[in-house]
Nanobody
Framework: QVQLVEFGGGLVQPGGSLRLACVASGFTLDYYAVAWFRQAPGKEREGVSCISLSDGSVYYPDSVKGRFTILSDDVKNTVYLQMNSLKPEDTAVYYC????????????????WGQGTQVTVSS
């Protein structure tokens, strides 16, 4: 069974850090692009990072550049999102998603989605 499961969400104070993990099962991520998206209440789902597992290229929007880092662990078949200097506006449900192919792509291209994990940044 093909599945993506996210771990690591929680409550953190502004300026703090969290590391999310996206664990894949039922398939290997070697030739996939894996992205992290987030959705805050009343807002559209937006991409916050992406990595191509075939060539290692990464993508970040300006809103998280310099604060978020996407990493992959081929042995564990896992992609991580290291989030530093968190702000209240980073509060959202975070989802990982994967699609077969070497390029990071817009949201409709992603075939597999996790169930999401809540990240709350608040004092």
């Amino acid at each position: 069974q093909v599945q993506l499961v996210e771990f690591g969400g929680g409550l953190v104070q502004p300026g703090g850090s969290l590391r999310l993990a996206c664990v894949a099962s039922g398939f290997t991520l070697d030739y996939y692009a894996v992205a992290w998206f987030r959705q805050a209440p009343g807002k559209e789902r937006e991409g916050v990072s992406c990595i191509s597992l075939s060539d290692g290229s990464v993508y970040y929007p300006d809103s998280v550049k310099g604060r978020f880092t996407i990493l992959s662990d081929d042995v564990k078949n896992t992609v991580y999102l290291q989030m530093n200097s968190l702000k209240p506006e980073d509060t959202a449900v975070y989802y990982c998603a994967a699609h077969y192919g070497s390029k990071c792509s817009p949201r409709p291209f992603y075939d597999y989605w996790g169930q999401g994990t809540q990240v709350t940044v608040s004092s």
